[in-house]
């Protein structure tokens, strides 16, 4: 028997965001002092980010900036600025998220799913594509791109 996707809602879902608020500054600055080969991974990256921003990667400019920093630069940037001020971003960007994540909510919510069975990868098989299809439509209609 089909299952259904059960969503909490907005409301459940803003309050959650606004509960984390608190907690939030101290484990992104844990999170990145724990963090090491930032500059590394991110020039590895070069082929991903590329495909999106291909006239910067063209222009070479996101590796000579690159060049320029340690991790400990960044990390600095994140003492100095982001960890102090990602609770205020939170806070600032709450009605936002809300009204841009409420459309794939709604397309997740009711949406029927098949029996997950015995075998992790069958289930992964047969219902992630379906999940993704809801997104990928969801995404599509909110963008007003016909396909």
């Known amino acids: 028997m089909p299952r259904v996707i059960k969503m909490p809602s907005a409301e459940d879902i803003s309050k959650a965001w606004e509960e984390a608020i608190g907690r939030v500054p101290a484990k992104y600055l844990d999170r990145v002092e ?3 080969g930032f500059k590394d991974r991110a020039i590895a990256g070069e082929q991903t980010y590329a495909a999106v921003m291909q006239r910067v990667i063209s222009e070479g400019r996101r590796a000579k900036g690159l060049s320029l920093i ?7 940037g994140v003492r100095e600025k982001g960890a102090k001020r990602i609770a205020d971003g939170m ?3 709450a009605a936002k998220r809300k009204a841009k994540y409420e459309p794939f909510r709604q397309a997740l919510d009711g949406l029927t799913i098949p029996d997950k069975g ?3 990868i069958e289930n ?10 809801a997104l990928v439509k969801k995404k599509k209609e ?3 791109i016909s396909s």
């Open 142 to 144: 909110v963008l007003g």
């Open 91 to 93: 806070r600032l960007g």
């Open 124 to 133: 992964a098989r047969n219902i992630v594509p379906v999940v993704v299809e």
């Open 70 to 76: 340690s991790d400990e630069d960044w990390k600095r």
């Open 34 to 36: 724990k963090t090491t």
């Open 118 to 120: 015995a075998d992790p």
